[in-house]
């Protein structure tokens, strides 16, 4: 059975983050608050969790285009080639923030993104998600979760979503209600910012 938890996002609780990274590390996918979209994630470094997620989408796991939800811009090294000094400017200037940052991947990223060569990075200005992050001690992969609903695109009320996905997910974690706009995508990979899509942050940041 799917849990549901209440975490507040000013001053998450140790011990509920806690709880979810323990899930977390037993394979389990989760919902959780970003500072756009609710997202759908799991341990970066669990192969049947990547796999359950990629069922859930219903694409082939090594064509997903999952990003990385870091805790910080060191964080993010771990998984990306050196980058120029104007890239880590527009990084520092946008991060923690509503943004998506394609950037080349290096020799680090899990077995199952061995063949890309990009990889899509967010630090999420969300309390929950960086903590969660870091308790694990390495990204969560994360998607958004989308409605049928063609008017509103993403569910943004937690009950509603937990009704919704308890029985394909482990844990929904109620952190308040979401936004409806999802993160801008800006690809980094080849030196020049590249807008894929407008989204939440500001296009000022370039």
Same mark, same amino acid.
């Given at each position: 059975?799917?849990?549901?938890?209440?975490?507040?996002?000013?001053?998450?609780?140790?011990?509920?983050?806690?709880?979810?990274?323990?899930?977390?590390?037993?394979? =389990?996918?989760?919902?959780?608050?970003?500072? %756009? &979209?609710? =997202? @759908?994630?799991?341990?970066? %470094?669990? %192969?049947?969790?990547?796999?359950?997620?990629?069922?859930?989408?219903?694409?082939?796991?090594?064509?997903?285009?999952? +990003?990385?939800?870091?805790?910080?811009?060191?964080?993010?090294?771990?998984?990306?080639?050196?980058?120029?000094?104007?890239?880590?400017?527009?990084?520092?200037?946008?991060?923690?923030?509503?943004?998506?940052?394609?950037?080349?991947?290096?020799?680090?990223?899990?077995? $199952?993104? !061995?063949? !890309?060569?990009?990889?899509?990075?967010?630090?999420?200005?969300?309390?929950?998600?960086?903590?969660? &992050?870091?308790?694990?001690?390495?990204?969560?992969?994360?998607?958004?979760?989308?409605?049928?609903?063609? &008017?509103?695109?993403?569910?943004?009320?937690?009950?509603?979503?937990? $009704? !919704?996905?308890?029985?394909? &997910?482990? @844990?929904?974690?109620?952190?308040?209600? =979401?936004?409806?706009?999802? +993160?801008?995508?800006?690809?980094?990979?080849?030196?020049?910012?590249?807008?894929?899509?407008?989204? !939440? =942050?500001?296009?000022?940041?370039?």
């Amino acid at each position: 059975m799917s849990q549901f938890i209440k975490i507040y996002p000013e001053n998450p609780s140790e011990k509920e983050i806690a709880r979810v990274v323990k899930i977390l590390k037993e394979g =389990g996918l989760i919902i959780y608050p970003t500072d %756009t &979209v609710y =997202g @759908l994630g799991c341990d970066i %470094t669990n %192969t049947k969790a990547l796999e359950r997620i990629a069922k859930i989408k219903g694409i082939k796991l090594e064509k997903a285009n999952f +990003s990385f939800i870091c805790h910080d811009l060191s964080n993010i090294s771990d998984y990306v080639k050196q980058i120029d000094t104007s890239t880590f400017k527009i990084l520092k200037r946008a991060l923690p923030g509503p943004y998506t940052f394609i950037l080349p991947g290096n020799n680090n990223l899990p077995k $199952e993104f !061995k063949k !890309k060569t990009t990889v899509g990075i967010r630090v999420p200005d969300n309390n929950i998600a960086l903590e969660i &992050v870091k308790m694990l001690g390495n990204p969560i992969v994360s998607t958004s979760i989308h409605d049928e609903d063609e &008017v509103l695109e993403y569910s943004t009320d937690p009950e509603l979503i937990f $009704e !919704k996905w308890q029985n394909l &997910v482990d @844990l929904v974690i109620d952190g308040g209600y =979401g936004d409806n706009h999802a +993160s801008t995508i800006i690809d980094l990979s080849d030196g020049e910012p590249v807008v894929i899509r407008e989204g !939440k =942050g500001s296009l000022d940041i370039l």
